[in-house]
């Protein structure tokens, strides 16, 4: 039961037990997830362009041009 009061989350990255402060668990873990946020929002940003691609075309479909 101590056990689980004491305060901790786990590492994003390799899901070990660390402590509240820390945003990831090493060095190591800091730059895998680093580069796991930057791949999201490469990911994020491809979708928004498709959408609005999208979006584009259908518009001019819609339109008879
Ligand atoms: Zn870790």
């Known amino acids: 039961m101590a056990e689980r009061l ?15 402060e820390k945003e990831t668990c ?5 730059l895998r997830h680093q580069k796991q946020v930057r791949e999201r929002k490469r990911t994020m940003y491809f979708f928004y362009f498709s959408m609005v691609v999208l979006v584009i075309v259908l518009a001019f479909q819609f339109l008879g041009i």
Do not use: G
């Open 6 to 20: 004491v305060q901790h989350k786990h590492c994003p990255v390799c899901k070990k037990a660390m402590s509240t």
């Open 26 to 30: 090493s060095e190591e873990c800091a």
